[in-house]
């Protein structure tokens, strides 16, 4: 079965810093797509960041960037300059291709950024 | 304009009574889902639709039954609501197959249901 685990159920930083979000994923598939959610107080969720596994470049967005570590199966999120708006709940999700295409998500970490 | 909508935002509710949560989408994606997120915050999916056909159900109780009218909609009408079924419900949907296929999936704003 897939799983996607997130080992850090809470984290902090401080405004302007730098944090990493851990992530690792279990899968013998070899066509995959990862990606990181972010939901903020507001519930919405909303897309940060995608990988596809074929694609050896890390993908980033402005301040925020992967480490995606094939090999150890491993998907990590760095933000920087964290900003007060990025305090939400991160959610790690792994994809399969197929028909039988679903989300699967970590457990969450809750990054709370302060002033 | 609002690419996945659902409605209640917010459902509360008796337990034993029925009630529906609609969704649309106006992506043009073909393919439609149910999460259930409880209170612990973990998303599991429910149910997905491939062009109006059920192509996922991940052992949901059968008071859960989905509809897909058309591939823009996927409603979810639940019977003889129990207090377990608190939760918050997203709709989502993506683009699967052909041409920009594999997208990622985009979220409604879900709907929180309490059974009281």
């Known amino acids: 079965a897939q799983t996607v685990t997130q080992s850090q159920p809470e984290m902090s930083v401080q405004e302007a810093e730098t944090v990493t979000l851990s992530c690792t994923y279990d899968t013998s598939e070899s066509n995959y797509y990862l990606f990181w959610y972010k939901q903020p107080p507001s519930r919405q969720m909303i897309l940060v960041i995608r990988q596809e596994a074929y694609k050896q470049q890390n993908a980033t967005e402005n301040r925020f960037s992967v480490n995606f570590q094939k090999a150890a199966k491993s998907f990590s999120l760095k933000i920087s300059d964290s900003q007060l708006g990025d305090t939400a709940m991160y959610f790690c999700?792994?994809?399969?291709?197929?028909?039988?295409?679903?989300?699967?998500f970590g457990t969450g970490t809750l990054l709370a950024v302060q002033p | 304009d609002t690419a996945v909508s659902q409605t209640p935002k917010y459902l509360v509710t008796q337990m034993g009574n029925d009630k529906s949560i609609k969704c649309e989408q106006n992506?043009?994606?073909?393919?439609m889902y149910w999460y259930k997120q409880d209170s612990k915050k973990f998303l599991k999916i429910m149910f997905s639709?491939?062009?109006?056909?059920?192509?996922i159900n991940e052992t949901v109780p059968n008071r859960f039954s989905p509809k897909s009218p058309d591939k823009a909609h996927l409603n979810l009408h639940i019977n003889s609501l129990e207090l377990g079924d608190s939760a918050v419900y997203f709709c989502?949907?993506?683009?699967?197959f052909g041409a920009g296929g594999n997208t990622e999936a985009f979220f409604g704003q879900g709907t929180r249901l309490t059974v009281v």
């Open positions: 992506l043009g994606h073909d393919t």
């Open positions: 639709y491939n062009n109006k056909e059920l192509i």
């Open positions: 999700a792994s994809r399969y291709g197929g028909a039988t295409n679903k989300l699967i």
């Open positions: 989502a949907s993506s683009q699967v």
